[in-house]
């Protein structure tokens, strides 16, 4: 199993301490280093390598600026030094090339990176606390139209990432299913229904959200095909009494009950069964951490975990599947099956009301 207990020594260990003490200085450097040009750069040398004073001369930096950067990169294993040329690692390849890294970075830092300082308030008071850090509302969902645009940027390149890799696999389950009319749950700004409607000429798609994230997506789809048949409806789905509206053969929630804590999903599910027409599907799509074969991902779900409970709504987390099934059981419905995987990271359940619950 992949958190089984294995032996470390006792300097691998302290080690390992160090650099989370240094966590942030070590997050700050390595982002500096990226988004002012000096790992590229020194990459393009090639094997040859650059001194400090090749880096001087084509650097903004000063000779100071540089040279902690640098000697900081070395601690962290961005880059190497051999008879006073530097060299980029494989680590320093995957900060500046890989698609993953840059949006875990980029939303760390413009969305997160403030507002964890106040984890611990937010773990104690059960609320959102380090959401203060970028302005006043009660949950980051309110926030998100309203967010300055690389902040917004960051945390929807972050959540588009993961969940258009699971698009396309997505959309052979449901149109093997023959599913006419679909609500999108927590549909942000349209992408996935816009891309039923392109995949599909004849479905329907509905698209529930809060009304900022409802504008948000009608200015995003404006002109897109097929935008005929999408349509809209406001709802504060926080809201017990907000239900959903009737007469849909399948109900897609793509990375959305993630954002939810457990009671709060158990009554959204619960009234999901409403919207259902005679065997009718519902389909949870969810990056669950403890279905990942790769230590990494399982590490990056983890830790947006304290992203929910710190800054988005202080309530909610990246869930395991065990869980999740138990939720599905407790609002009533019977879990059909599990598609596993579905793009990098994600699990597909599929769900229908129990037959012991409906008329």
Known sequence: MMFEHHEQSARDAREQAQRIAFGPSVFQAARVLRDSGVLEQVEEAGAAGMTL??????????????????????????????????????????????????????????????????????????????????????????????????????????????????FQPSLDVLAKAGHKRILDIGGNTGRFARACVERQPSLKVTIVDLPGQIAMSRKQLSGAPGLERIEWHPADLLDPQAMLPPGYDAIWMSQFLDCFSEEEIVSLLTRC???????????????????QKQHAAAFCLQQTSLYFAALANGNSRMYTSDVMAGLVRRAGLELLEIVHPIGIVHSMMICRPSQATQP
């Open 53 to 166: 004073d090749d880096i001087v001369a084509s650097q903004r930096l000063t000779r100071y600026a540089l040279r902690v950067l640098i000697e900081a990169a070395l601690g962290i294993g961005l880059l190497t030094s051999e008879a006073d040329r530097y060299r980029t690692t494989k680590t320093a390849w995957f900060l500046l090339h890989d698609p993953m890294t840059r949006v875990n970075m980029d939303f760390s830092h413009y969305v997160a990176y403030q507002g964890m300082h106040s984890l611990d308030v937010a773990l104690q008071e059960n609320r959102p606390a380090g959401l203060d850090a970028l302005g006043d509302w009660p949950t980051i969902y309110q926030a998100l139209a309203m967010l300055p645009a690389r902040t917004r940027n960051a945390w929807l390149a972050f959540d588009h990432y993961y969940s258009d890799l699971a």
């Open 273 to 291: 069964s409403s919207a259902l027409q005679d065997q009718g599907r519902i389909y949870i799509l969810e990056p669950f951490w403890d279905l």
